[in-house]
């Protein structure tokens, strides 16, 4: 296959994704990844600048074995991560730890 330094616009309708963004200074659509097919020509060199995103670190082995992983320890767990009491994310652990407790439940009577 012959190498090609020709880009292959699609035409498609437009949608609200494709509706150029209000008030985007032509610099900062570099930034965010945005330009417009006037940009895209022979020859014309694009840079685009992602912000680094900070990753959470792992905890290590020790840490982790030292959080506490229980239904009664739950507040200590909530209050250990800052989570709010009535999150989307206290139901999930709550639901993910009795589920926890019932599987325990069940091996420990076979």
């Known amino acids: 296959m012959k190498a090609s330094n020709q880009i292959t616009l699609l035409d498609h309708t437009n949608s609200a994704e494709d ?3 209000p008030n985007l200074d ?13 940009d895209l ?13 900070e990753v959470s ?3 290590s082995k020790k840490e ?17 991560f800052s989570i709010p009491k009535e999150s989307l994310q206290t139901k ?6 009795c ?3 019932l599987q325990i439940a069940k091996l420990g009577k076979l």
Do not use: W
Not at 64 to 80: C, D, G
């Open 92 to 97: 999930s652990m709550r639901g993910a730890l």
């Open 57 to 59: 670190p792992y905890l």
């Open 19 to 21: 509706l150029p963004i």
């Open 64 to 80: 982790a074995n030292s959080i506490p992983f229980s239904m009664s320890q739950l507040p200590s767990i909530l209050q250990l």
């Open 99 to 101: 589920c926890l407790c």
């Open 26 to 38: 032509h610099t900062e659509a570099f930034k965010t990844g945005y330009f417009s097919l006037d």
């Open 41 to 53: 020509h022979v020859g014309n060199v694009m840079t685009f600048q992602f912000p680094v995103q």
